[in-house]
């Protein structure tokens, strides 16, 4: 008896796929032997693979078969009708390093980056900036070594065409909204300059880099959300999800599900009631239940590592601290915009007020010129003249008028006083 064979492709988070033929009664592991030997890997740590149902990724049971989560229509369906399964990051990690294998680095940083570039977090904007240098320091490298490659190419090329070309695209690095607000000359103008503020930070500490920034991103949550630390629950109150209970592992006592019922009660020495929700189904309510359970595992098989990753962070940081760097952009134009709006049409009021402050401004000077004059009669004499501009000293003592700006004629005038001063009383002016 022939057995029928069913093809099932593998959607990646680097837009990479697989197609595989499995077996009707093919399980989820058997489909993931499959990937393993495809990225030449022995664990996928973080990845699973999962189903989308009803706009919602699932992920499988690796012991379980294929048919379950596909019903009636994985026998319908004709051998040539590929089934879709989706490798996607099921656990996020404290940190990169605690990733062993470089191909499922790669894979969970693609997906991070996806997840950014659909990200509503509007007020991290400086975050996304942050991002977007770290991705581009991973994928390209040093923006020197990049710029001079490009130079060594440039003699097949005519003029300098390919060397101001950009040499990224902003829909790759920025998510829509901020690409509208800025406009994609602000990106690619100041996105090198941030990039180039990372050279000689490799590629794989780069990746690390980014990892551990996009953490800060906060993440659209459901009513039930599973944190790297715990269980979140959220209300949604007029299509704001506000954060109800913030659960570590060590909060909670235990999780109890019943079909589509499913209840969390926390240690006796927080004092709250037992909390009840319900799920769509008794079949969200297992799916809950085993991303919980595998979540806290993995929580504490990690916990050593994340401890010991800590202390190398804490000793890094110290040591960066003493370089410490700055970089900063700025929208000029919509500054100036703004500036040009927000100021009011000019009146004689305000011309007349200027020209106080001008005054003002002017005998400010003029005092501190004077009191500056007066300590060259100290012991002590240094010689702060320029000998070129002697010639303009002299003309002082003249009767030359030299054309000087409005605040700076009360200057001149106090200076010449004191010239003439000290040439009546025969004295030096130097």
């Not at 489909?31 to 495809?38: D, K, T, Y």
């Not at 101001?164 to 901020?178: I, K, Q, V």
């Not at 000029?332 to 003002?360: F, V």
């Not at 409005?406 to 003439?420: D, I, P, T």
Request: hydrophobic content about 40%; some cysteine; overall charge negative.
């Amino acid at each position: 008896m022939r057995t029928t064979q069913k093809r099932v492709c593998i959607f990646f988070p680097n837009e990479q796929n697989l197609d595989c033929t499995v077996t009707a009664t093919a399980r989820g592991g058997e489909v993931l032997n499959l990937v393993l030997r495809q990225l030449a890997v022995s664990d996928l740590q973080v990845l699973g693979l999962a189903v989308l149902r009803d706009n919602e990724y699932l992920f499988l049971d690796l012991e379980r078969k294929l048919s379950r989560y596909f019903g009636n229509l994985w026998n319908r369906a004709s051998a040539m009708v590929p089934f879709i399964l989706f490798l996607r990051v099921q656990h996020y990690v404290e940190s990169g390093r605690l990733i062993l294998s470089s191909k499922v680095q790669q894979l969970y940083l693609a997906e991070l980056r996806r997840k950014v570039l659909h990200s509503e977090s509007r007020h991290q904007e400086v975050l996304f900036f942050q991002l977007a240098a770290s991705a581009l320091q991973a994928e390209v490298g040093d923006l020197e070594r990049r710029a001079e490659e490009e130079e060594e190419d440039d003699d097949e090329v005519q003029g300098k065409e390919k060397r101001l070309r950009p040499y990224f695209l902003p829909e790759d690095y920025f998510p829509t909204w901020l690409i509208k607000r800025r406009g994609r000359d602000f990106l690619l103008q100041h996105g090198p300059a941030l990039h180039g503020e990372l050279s000689g930070v490799t590629r794989s500490q780069a990746v690390l880099q980014f990892i551990k920034e996009e953490k800060k991103e906060p993440r659209r949550s459901i009513l039930l959300g599973v944190t790297l630390k715990g269980v979140h629950i959220y209300q949604d109150l007029e299509g704001k999800l506000c954060l109800l209970y913030d659960f570590s592992w060590t909060d909670i006592d235990r999780l109890t599900f019943q079909g589509s019922r499913f209840e969390i009660a926390a240690v006796g020495s927080l004092c709250l009631p037992k909390l009840v929700y319900y799920t769509p189904s008794a079949f969200h309510s297992e799916h809950v239940m085993r991303h919980l359970s595998d979540s806290h595992r993995l929580h504490i098989n990690t916990r050593g590592a994340v401890s010991y990753i800590q202390q190398l962070d804490d000793m890094q940081g110290q040591t960066a601290s003493r370089s410490y760097k700055e970089a900063y952009i700025c929208d000029t134009a919509r500054l100036a915009h703004r500036l040009r709006s927000n100021s009011p049409t000019s009146s004689m009021s305000e011309r007349s007020e200027a020209a106080e402050t001008a005054t003002a401004r002017s005998k400010q000077e003029e005092h501190e010129v004077t009191e500056f004059e007066l300590c060259v009669d100290e012991p002590v004499e240094s010689f702060v003249d320029n000998p070129a501009e002697l010639a303009w000293l002299a003309e002082l003592s003249g009767d030359a008028r030299v054309g000087l700006p409005f605040c700076w004629e009360a200057v001149a005038a106090e200076m010449k006083r004191v010239v003439r001063g000290r040439a009546d009383k025969g004295g030096f002016v130097d």
